[in-house]
């Protein structure tokens, strides 16, 4: 078992930067990725960003040049630097952790950007 915990998220004005962290603990060998997720009311959950065990990433279009992730091995944790933020960014954000035949999934944590 994997077990994520999400912290960072908060109440943030339009234009403003939030930074949410991701740490793993549990059996974490043979994760091949990690990234996050959103899900905002009334909709489905999307991909925001992943980061696999080589450092390539794959951001969605909506957030390119906006977030940022990053990754510290030494932690077991993961990173979302979150700028420009949107009212559109509203969402509850997910840590994700994928291995070859399970993918595990935080609690996530509350983002909400007022215009």
Do not use: H
């Not at 998220?9 to 930074?19: E, H, M, W």
């Not at 969402?91 to 950007?113: D, I, L, M, S």
């Amino acid at each position: 078992q994997v077990q994520l915990v999400e912290s960072g998220g908060g109440l943030v004005q339009a234009g403003g930067s939030l930074r949410l962290s991701c740490a793993a603990s549990g059996s974490i060998s043979g994760i091949n990725a990690m990234g996050w997720y959103r899900q905002a009311p009334g909709k489905q959950r999307e991909l925001v960003v992943i980061i696999d065990s080589a450092g390539s990433t794959n951001y969605a279009g909506s957030v390119k040049g906006r977030f940022t992730i990053s990754r510290d091995n030494a932690k077991n944790s993961v990173y979302l630097q979150m700028n420009s933020l949107k009212p559109e960014d509203t969402a509850v954000y997910y840590c994700n952790a994928e291995k070859t035949w399970r993918t595990y999934w935080g609690r996530g944590t509350q983002v909400t950007v007022s215009s």
